[in-house]
């Protein structure tokens, strides 16, 4: 054992997170009166230094992506991490804080022996991954099948858009959700094949091969498939969607600086692409149907600055849907719906994506193909969905959101109701998108809202906006207010009256 003598008491904030360090080691301390607890310092998912995130309601959540973790014994509560927090002995001396550098061994887990069931996941992606570690985590002891049309174990497909298209990183070097040994020791059996046919009543997947798969409870976690246009010239060579890591390494492949690129849609995935392009020296216009992007989700001003973050960089806006592609074997024209003509000798449709649900009898889909579901995730006895597929009733309306936190949300669910957990989703949704450098947070959901509260300089992109309705904060909407929207992704949780989030946000700074 080596204490390290890391603080005195009195130099230690309540209610928030402090960094310390000696030798080569470093935690993470919290203080609660005399009480002081240690956890590793950064986070398990991507390394964010954790004292920069928010301490709220006894929970610790990352500054980055929103993971959140029990304070009691360093839990995972939410991801994305899909790990708890290691924690080290504390010792007071007098006011001295001493932390040992051996962390404490963790709770074994046990699984329960003699499960005869056999629990099949379609889709190995946010919500499959997080879905079948959970079940081993909640003490399943059954089969896992876990079935995946990818030869590749889930990643971040995140990353895509933002760092592979920006040349900054390889697709195959986009983060595993899991290394592969993590398969192997927790039993999770990875079957590369595509489920065409999910005959429930019967229990039984259908696979590419012809193959059939019994199952006690299935989850299908199967994500979007990229929406076409259903334009003429669409077939043309040079015409991307970007969902995986192969849609990203053709795109790389027939690109390179100079590069002139039409991008349809002028979403996140499309303006997260034309940031990483401009970045990588390509010629970038987009063309879209609303003349402030994001306007629906963050508000007409933020909208604005976004869009002027992007043309200060070079992105040419142009306020049109597509006619049609033209060209020979490889796009050369995109024709608009305004008259305009772009040269192209790159498409990027980014024009959204539909669940990838046609291997489900239209009985339990809805109009869209979202496999509809209740709070607890469960379409039917026996049938459960999660992630971009799933509609699900937030705050009393049927939603369908497509954030990568709360497909692994939805999983985590999922998987503790197939084990009788009988829960709702009370979690609160959040995404992050990364334009030229600058990450923006999201937490919560509006899709309508009475008053708009803002902090800070939108124009420096340093600010914090609060989206309410009747005096309640519903969402927000920041850059460079991590912290902020740490503890907002945790207190949304019960009803936010705006003063209180107004008083919290002052006094975090
Ligand atoms: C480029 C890009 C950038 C993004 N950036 C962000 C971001 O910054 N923040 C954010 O919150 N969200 C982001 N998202 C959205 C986020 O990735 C999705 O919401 C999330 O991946 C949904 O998880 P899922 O498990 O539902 O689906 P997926 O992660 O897509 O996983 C579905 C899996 O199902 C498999 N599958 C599909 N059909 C079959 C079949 N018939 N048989 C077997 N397997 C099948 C697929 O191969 C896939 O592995 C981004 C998405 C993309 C594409
Ligand atoms: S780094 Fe903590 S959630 Fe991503």
Redesign the pocket.
Known sequence: MTLHAVAHLPELPEGQGWHAQAQDHQWLLVRNGSRVDAYQAHCPHAGAPLADGAVCEGKLVCPW?KAVFDLVDGRLCEPPALDGLKRYPVWLDGDRVLVDDRPLEPAQRSTAAGDRRTFAI?????????AAAALREYGFGGRILL????F?P?Y???????F??AGQMAAEDTSPLRDTGFYDSQRIERIQ????RIDHPARRLE??DGTTLPYHAVLL??????QRLGVEGEALANIHA???RE??RQFMTHTQAGTRVVIVGEG??GL??ASALRERGMAVSVAGRHPTPFAAQFGEAVGRRLRQLHEAHGVVFHVAGVQAFEGQTQVHTVMLDNGEQLPAEAVLV?AG?AP?T??LDGRWLGEDGAVIVDAGLQASEGLWA?????RFPLAGEATR????????Q??RLAAANMLGAQQAYEGVP?????HFGKRLDYVGNAHDWDSEHRMGDLQALNFIQLLCQRGEVKAAVACEREAACAWLAERLKRPLPLAEALAQIKAMG
């Not at 971040?156 to 933002?162: V, Y």
């Not at 959101?401 to 692994?408: F, G, N, Q, Y």
Request: charged share 20%; no cysteine.
């Open positions: 992506h379609i889709g190995g992606g946010a919500a499959g991954t997080a079935v995946d049309e990818q590749e889930g971040d497909r995140t990353a895509l858009s933002k592979v298209l094949a595509g489920v065409v696979l590419s976690a199967t994500g979007g498939v990229p970007l969902r995986s849609d990203a996140f995935i997260e692409a980014a994506v990838a046609a291997m999660a992630g971009d597929i799933a959101i497509e954030h990568w936190r709360l497909a692994e939805h999983g959040f995404f992050w998108t990364y």
